[in-house]
């Protein structure tokens, strides 16, 4: 696995717990070999969702 463009996967107003997540679900995708690019897709789609509410606006 080539690590040199992790970062390219990001845009720079990314959270960096999502960032987090989605580097660990790329770790479990290169270990578990039985993972599918449909299972790795679902779930990073699903973490981007869990962040989303960040970039709705700035009332908070």
């Known amino acids: 696995m ?4 992790d ?3 990001f845009a720079p107003d ?3 717990l ?3 997540e989605i580097m660990l679900l790329k770790i479990k ?3 578990d070999s039985s993972i599918t690019d449909e299972e790795f897709q679902r779930e990073e789609k699903a973490i981007r969702k869990k962040y989303a509410y ?4 700035d009332d908070f």
Do not use: E, F, P
Not at 2 to 5: F, K, L, R, W, Y
Not at 54 to 57: C, I, N, P, S, V
């Open 18 to 20: 999502m960032q987090q």
């Open 29 to 31: 995708a290169y270990n």
């Open 54 to 57: 960040k970039h709705l606006g």
């Open 14 to 16: 990314d959270d960096l």
């Open 2 to 5: 080539d690590h040199s463009d």
């Open 7 to 9: 970062q390219s996967d």
